[in-house]
């Protein structure tokens, strides 16, 4: 059978192209860590690896004799929440099962079932994990924990503070090791006691010793991992398209997977015809297709920006203000980044392209179907080019008009003209051409590019209209805040081969009259004309 790229679930070597897992951590420090006896915690955003990790190390400890180690997924307990009983009897359950899953130690969940239910809640996975331990003496226990951060309430602070209770116990009484595995690093956990109190999970949880992070793949690692395909069917990629797969993933794994099975399994043809070679033009579809999908990664992605730590960072980036980074506090910064949603070096921004092209969409997802627009009334009839001038002067109007109420509706209202715009936009395009996004911290501007076939037969393949927009909020003097947006505008539609080019510029000062803040010219910059909008 045809190996595929893994989008749900643990990788398999035998279903799946995948890399060695145990490669992408640290072995030996893990193995240095578990001698020591240091408990530690293993962390990195959904979709990563994480899993698949822990279940080849669990394999790779059984299979070297020296410990017995079983791995859990212990988020069942999360339906309990608050409900101490039902969740660590869940967790306990969930644990004593996987023991003799992992190791065949069937004794332990025998007794379990006779003698551990009836034990109190308080104390129960604290004597569990006694009891397996004295199970075997000369071999100690290693307990991988997965999705711990799933847990909620009093059901985690117990789940912590039982294990914290037999650490002292270690290696004979209690697991020589204990792995708490999840997206959040155990000092990111804000938990709410049934009591009101607020306990962090470094409180809860002081013996700690380490925090291990699952990284993306490297550039190299990302095309072994498609080359696997080429090794196993013969099928090859355009070389052109490994820097836009880079760019587009940065190696965030799941994307990496999720566009190498849209690219040689949701394609038909190529499914059919592995002579067929993977075109660029064939990629860029693909990935057009993955970011409408709205698929669970990227919907779990987006569900994060409802959080009040996110929100007070990506607002900013997609702002594109001049607001320093130094200015949030470094524990939203390092959150926000162990979640997989930015990258802090060489400079704040979004992780990846697909990511800064899914974030804006999804958050203005449904003001693109209520905004009263079609895509016939800008496109002209006799060469099918988009009507860019109309457009504008469209969505001009329209801002003047109902910015504030629509603006109004967006969870983000900082960043809300670029998002309105951006929906205005998209909701023209769709279906038909393409839109690509650039923002950040510091840049003071968001850049649009936008990608129009000329011919519906030849699609991509044929003539396009290339667009530059550029985005700026007015911070300074509107001669100065064009003059820079014109040199801008001209550098990026060079640097994107963009025969057309506009500026908008978006005044929200509220002393300021609509009638003043309404224009639009053309000037000349870097050899060409552009389209100057004041909004």
């Known amino acids: 059978m045809e190996k595929q790229f893994n989008t749900a679930g643990p990788s398999k070597a035998d279903l799946h192209y995948v890399l060695d897992p145990l490669a992408r951590i640290d072995l030996e420090e893990v193995l240095g860590l578990i001698d020591a006896q240091r ?46 009983e039902a969740g660590i009897g869940a967790a306990c359950h969930a644990i004593a099962r996987s023991i003799e899953d992992s190791t065949g130690e069937r004794a332990l969940y025998e007794w379990y079932r006779r003698e551990g239910e009836a034990i109190e809640a308080r104390d129960r996975l604290t004597a569990l994990l006694r009891h397996w331990s004295q199970m075997n003496p000369t071999r100690p226990a290693v307990l991988l924990l997965d999705e711990v951060d799933a847990l909620v309430g009093d059901t985690l602070i117990s789940l912590l503070r039982q294990i914290r209770a037999g650490y002292a116990q270690r290696p004979g009484a209690f697991p020589q090791i204990v792995v708490l595995c999840g997206v ?33 793949f490297s550039e190299e690692e990302t095309r072994a991992l498609w080359l696997q395909h080429s090794q196993a069917t013969g099928q090859t990629f355009d070389p052109a398209i490994w820097p836009e797969l880079w760019e587009d993933t940065r190696g965030q794994p799941w994307l990496v997977n999720a566009l190498g099975h849209e690219c040689t399994w949701k394609d038909k043809e190529l499914r059919k015809n592995r002579a067929l070679p993977v075109t660029l033009e064939r990629y860029k579809a693909a990935r057009e297709r993955l970011i409408q999908s709205r698929a669970t990664h990227l919907d779990q992605l987006t569900d994060k920006l409802r959080e009040p730590r996110v929100h007070a960072v990506i607002s900013r980036l997609l702002a594109g203000g001049d607001e320093a980074v130094q200015d949030l506090p470094s524990d939203d910064l390092q959150y926000v980044e162990d979640l997989g949603l930015i990258q802090r070096w060489p400079s ?68 809300g003209p670029q998002l309105l715009l951006q929906a205005f936009l998209q909701r023209i395009v769709n279906g038909g051409g393409r839109i690509s996004r650039e923002y950040g911290l510091g840049r003071r501007r968001t850049d649009l590019f936008l990608e129009w076939p000329l011919d519906e037969a030849q699609g991509f393949l044929g003539p396009v209209q290339r667009v530059v927009l550029e985005l700026k909020i007015l911070h300074k003097s509107l001669q100065a805040t064009i003059e820079e947006g014109l040199q801008q505008t001209a550098a990026y539609a060079d640097q994107c081969g963009a025969e057309e080019a506009h500026l908008i510029v978006f005044d929200r000062r509220a002393e300021r009259a609509g009638d003043d803040k309404t224009f639009r010219y053309c000037a000349l910059a870097g050899g060409r004309m552009i389209g100057v909008w004041g909004m």
């Open 39 to 84: 408990y530690f915690v293993l962390h990195a955003p959904r979709q990563t690896g994480k899993t698949t990790a822990l279940l080849a190390l669990m394999q790779y400890l059984n299979t070297q004799g020296r410990y017995r180690c079983a791995y859990a997924n212990i988020e069942g307990a999360q339906a309990a929440r608050g409900n101490v």
């Open 184 to 216: 959040r690093d155990v000092r990111d956990y804000r938990i709410h006691s049934g009591g009101g109190e607020i306990i962090t999970g470094g409180s809860a949880f002081n013996i700690k010793a380490e925090s291990l992070r699952l990284g993306n």
């Open 348 to 415: 704040a921004e979004i992780s990846n392209r697909i990511y800064r092209e899914v974030i804006p969409r999804e958050l203005t997802f449904s003001t693109q179907y209520m905004l009263p627009q079609q895509q016939a009334w800008y496109v002209r009839p006799q060469d099918r080019r988009l009507d860019l001038d109309k457009l504008l002067a469209a969505f001009q109007q329209f801002f003047r008009e109902n910015a504030d109420a629509w603006i109004e509706r967006f969870q983000y209202k900082e960043a």
